[in-house]
């Protein structure tokens, strides 16, 4: 087959790579993607949406217990776990067929098949019809990444899970093992054990969450052990398979402890998707599995950029896409600014909820800031205690001499969609006059955002 040309070529259609395309074609170019497995990558089909898809099972069924409370009634409580997986995976099949739409719509050419580089500005393509050999002065890496496999731990499908597994589970868990308490494990703890399964989360960390506050971690723990979760910080753990069981031993506090399980969901982390694609044969770094890229995603070899997971941390599609428009708009010739890390939220859709954007208050002064803290609990919000959510609270860290938001911590209900106000904030460099100056409307749980800033200053009106 004879090469053809394009503007831009983007390998990889998961939220990195789909959006890079659209926002290319919007500009003019001539592109064509190339993904070989599912349209959306990991996000839409295997990550941040069907997991969401679970856990909201799990919030109506623990609603469903809490119906007393509401002056409702609800007999024999149950579910059919069969009908919530099935229900996630048709949630992440229908935004998947709406990639394809969107790529029809922007005439973004789709290629089926796995890539290769072939030298600068060429691709070749495997399909199920051949060789499909590509051409064009800019392309986009956008692989993403996959779940990290250690030694004694490889998932099986069976005893031990990855997230794959954990989507689609063979049964429901009755003694469920999570190991690693970042975002992936401790959401699929917060579904298994709200839904029955008695769960230990083991992270080799001081602290679960460990990324986050450490007020957050510690108020979050306090939540999951109510909960019924065992949690064990600072561990060590081994695996040995039995007939349908799992021996763990657990290292932790100087002890030592075998327990067995049923079921271990392995989430220790991801690795880049670097592997075949001739990364090496035309020079481009790699480093701990990720491509080495500079702030604006080039990876040192003239027109081959890298947005996403496998350009490294974070690992967030929110980051990926954003990347994908800003290297796109750079390719068409627009001015751009480069992503600030702490400018980009992580979201934890456990129970109760976990969103952060900046520095921690730890992190803070380790860099040098002298620091102003506020604090506003869930229990002093109306609305709060009308949704039945009293437990959380809202923390924000500023900069006690310019009154710069360097940070915000959140733990209870909905925070994963209040973050976003603070995140605005610090993209228009508000510091903490302005948001003062906010009227923030009631009944709602934003208030809690205002009074967070209001305490930092002393100011704080409703606790």
């Known amino acids: 087959m004879a090469t053809r040309t394009f503007d831009v070529i983007v390998i990889g259609a998961g939220p990195g790579g789909y959006v890079a395309a659209i926002r290319a074609a919007q500009l003019g170019k001539k592109v064509v993607i190339v993904e070989r497995e599912h349209l959306g990558g990991i996000c839409l089909n295997w990550g941040c949406i069907p ?31 069969e009908a919530v997986v099935k229900r996630s995976r048709g949630v992440a099949k229908q935004l998947s067929g709406g990639i394809g739409h969107l790529m029809k719509k922007n005439k973004v050419e789709v290629v089926m098949g796995s890539a290769k580089l072939a030298g600068q500005g060429r691709v070749t393509v495997t399909t199920d019809k051949g060789t499909d050999d590509l051409q064009a002065p800019a392309i986009i890496l956008a692989t ?16 031990i899970w990855n997230y794959k597994h954990a989507l689609q589970p063979p049964r429901m868990p009755r003694d469920l093992l999570v190991i690693g308490s970042g ?32 007020e957050v971690s510690a108020f979050a723990k306090k939540q999951f052990q109510k909960q019924g979760m065992i ?13 349908g069981t799992v021996t763990a031993r657990i290292e932790a506090g100087g002890k030592t ?17 670097v592997e075949n694609l001739g990364l090496e044969e035309i020079g481009v770094k790699v480093e701990r599995t990720h491509v080495v890229t500079d702030e604006f995603c080039r ?6 950029f890298a947005i996403g997971d496998v350009a490294g941390a974070p ?6 896409s954003h990347e994908g428009v800003m290297v796109a708009e750079m390719i068409a010739g627009q001015h751009v600014h480069p992503i600030k890390p702490g400018a980009i939220a992580g979201c934890t859709y456990c129970h109760p909820q976990v969103a ?24 002093g919000n109306g609305k709060a205690i009308a949704l039945g959510e009293p437990e959380g609270f809202i923390k924000t860290v500023f900069d006690a001499k310019t009154g710069e938001l360097l940070g915000a911590h959140m733990v209870g209900a909905e925070v994963t969609e209040l973050i976003q106000g603070y995140i605005v904030g610090r993209s228009l460099e508000t510091t903490e006059a302005e948001l003062m100056e906010t009227v923030f409307p009631h009944p709602t749980l934003s208030e809690m955002m205002h009074e967070a800033v209001l305490d930092a200053y002393g100011r704080a009106l409703h606790f």
């Open 183 to 214: 975002a992936i494990g401790i959401e699929f703890a917060s579904f298994f054990n709200t839904l029955g399964a008695k769960t230990t989360v083991v992270e080799v960390a001081e602290r679960i969450l460990p990324i986050e506050d450490a």
């Open 51 to 81: 997991t969401k898809a679970l856990l909201r099972s799990a919030e109506v069924f623990h609603l469903m217990h809490r119906a007393k409370e509401f002056g409702l009634t609800v007999e024999k409580a149950g579910f059919d776990f």
């Open 144 to 159: 993403g990444a996959r779940a990290r496999s250690l030694p004694g731990m490889e998932p099986d499908g069976d005893l």
């Open 257 to 273: 402890e075998e327990k067995v399980f049923d079921t271990v969901i392995s989430a220790v982390g991801i690795v880049g998707n």
């Open 299 to 304: 990876t040192g070899v003239e027109g081959l």
């Open 356 to 379: 952060s954007v900046g520095y921690t208050e730890a992190r803070a002064k380790e860099v040098g800031h002298e620091v102003r803290v506020g604090r506003f609990p869930f229990i």
């Open 231 to 243: 949690i064990v910080e600072g561990a060590k753990v081994t695996l040995q398979k039995g007939q």
């Open 315 to 320: 690992w967030l599609a929110h980051k990926a």
